[in-house]
């Protein structure tokens, strides 16, 4: 039996927590994986940091990353391989390709750019795009405030 070179390369990925958030350690890990599959950081293939890396590195409990490894594999995300660690599996809905992500972020900065112009603040913007964003997922995106 032949191990899977990719077991050997280290993740590309690294955990950062954030204790005043209010959302749960494991969650933190599944949403920054998830994010990272979003951007394009992480691939299907590439390996998830070892429990004991993440561990050693957050000063946090083995059970709490093994917590949020099985979440992403009950979301089809990733697969642990016995002896060789938890790698990527699939991509959550709504990935797009690069070259469309990055047209879009290139709308939404000229966008931002424009709401600045405007006279809001980061805080303004946030409220904009949220108050959209809702009348989007209600089915009120022709609706004006």
């Known amino acids: 039996m032949e191990l899977d070179k990719s077991a050997d390369r280290p993740s590309p990925i690294e955990f950062r927590l954030d204790p005043a958030s209010g959302v749960p350690t ?7 994986v998830e994010q990272a599959l ?23 409990n083995p059970n709490t990353v093994l917590k949020a490894y099985r979440e992403l594999e009950h979301r089809g995300l990733a697969a642990g391989r016995r002896g060789q660690g938890t790698f990527v599996r699939g991509l959550p809905a709504g ?18 750019r424009s709401a600045r112009a405007a006279g809001l603040d980061e805080g303004g913007m946030v409220a904009v795009f949220e108050d959209a964003l809702r009348d989007l997922r209600e089915g009120r995106e022709g609706v004006v405030a």
Request: net charge positive; proline share 4%; no cysteine.
């Open 26 to 32: 494991y969650l933190q890990l599944v949403q920054q």
């Open 38 to 60: 979003r951007m394009g950081w992480l691939a299907e293939g590439d390996r998830l940091p070892r429990v004991r890396e993440v561990v050693a590195g957050l000063a946090i």
């Open 95 to 112: 990935v797009v390709p690069l070259r469309e992500r990055a047209a879009l972020r290139r709308g939404l900065l000229d966008w931002m």
